[in-house]
């Protein structure tokens, strides 16, 4: 039996090694993807409900990897964030996002269309971000509120004052402010009235659990009630099913996002997506 255990320790210390060496790998390939052009985005459309129209899009990172293949953002995000490569990468995506989305405007000159783009916590310790977003928005012609950041609940209520400085300085430039998988944090609700939140992202998990029993329910009055008491709008996101989004809607969810409507597309493919939109 003793010798079991040390076999079984060792394979677990060789499947540690294998994580930590596969781990520096991407981290090295991480420093050139950006410039090789590896990196790129996908956009996800958001919905106005009755009547259904085009609100925006969320912008999500890909890594196409030359020999590994796709990864997914949830495992190089934080390599990203460990080796400090995020404040680069986050901020090629707002400026990728905004180009794109002000070329896809000339399509819709009916009403604005927004881009949410998401923000590491990390990004917040840059003193230059608020700058550097000021200078796309201008480059590209973009207004403010054509520009909301998704920050999670914990990147927000465990910020500093200074996290509560950048985002009063993003809403005067009329950039919107969204609580990203809200609902999950667990954070005390009773300090979010300190921050200018313009809108809660409701978590999928939620969504997900209207199928199964009344907790995704009552989770879900609870936070579009919150919203209401504070002027803010409610996402929701990850639906899938024609059951759950009539559930939303007798919620009054206003705002939705999910494979029902649209998978992450291609720019191209979001940019014939507007077009159609244009000619309903
Ligand atoms: P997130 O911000 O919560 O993004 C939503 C995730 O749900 C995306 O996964 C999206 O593709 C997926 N999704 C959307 N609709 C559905 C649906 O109906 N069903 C299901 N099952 N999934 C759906 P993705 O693209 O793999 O991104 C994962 C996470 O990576 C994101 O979660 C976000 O936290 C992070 N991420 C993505 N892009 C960026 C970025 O540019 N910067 C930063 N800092 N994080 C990013
Ligand atoms: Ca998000
Ligand atoms: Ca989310
Ligand atoms: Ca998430």
Request: aromatic share 6%; charged share 20%; hydrophobic share 40%.
């Amino acid at each position: 039996a003793k010798n079991q255990g040390k076999r079984r320790h060792s394979l677990f210390s060789q499947q540690m090694q294998l994580e930590a060496m596969e781990r520096l790998i991407l981290e090295g390939d991480l420093r050139q993807a950006l410039q090789r052009g590896e990196l790129f985005l996908q956009y996800q459309p958001i919905l106005q409900l009755s009547p259904e129209t085009l609100s925006g899009f969320e912008a999500l990172i890909r890594w196409q990897h030359p020999t590994l293949g796709r990864i997914s953002p949830d495992k190089f995000i934080s390599i990203a964030e460990e080796t400090g490569l995020i404040h680069d990468i986050g901020q090629w995506v707002i400026a990728e996002a905004c180009h794109q989305l002000s070329q896809w405007q000339q399509h819709a000159p009916a009403h604005a269309l927004t881009m949410n783009v998401n923000l590491s916590a990390l990004q917040l310790t840059n003193p230059h971000l608020v700058e550097t977003v000021h200078e796309i928005l201008s480059a590209t012609g973009l207004s403010g509120d054509q520009l909301k950041l998704e920050l999670t609940e914990s990147t927000i209520v465990t910020g500093s004052a200074e996290t509560e400085k950048i985002l009063q300085e993003f809403r005067t430039l009329g950039i919107h402010i969204c609580i990203d998988d809200f609902g999950v944090g667990h954070s005390s609700l009773s300090r979010l009235h300190e921050f200018p939140i313009d809108t809660l992202k409701i978590d999928r998990a939620f969504v997900n659990r209207l199928s199964i029993d009344r907790k995704g329910l009552e989770m879900i009055q609870i936070i579009v009630a919150l919203a209401q008491s504070s002027e803010m709008t409610v996402v929701a996101e990850g639906i899938e099913t024609g059951d759950q989004l009539r559930q939303l809607q007798s919620l009054g969810v206003e705002y939705v996002q999910g494979y029902l409507f649209s998978k992450p597309l291609e720019a191209e493919a979001a940019c014939r997506y507007v077009q159609a939109q244009g000619t309903k």
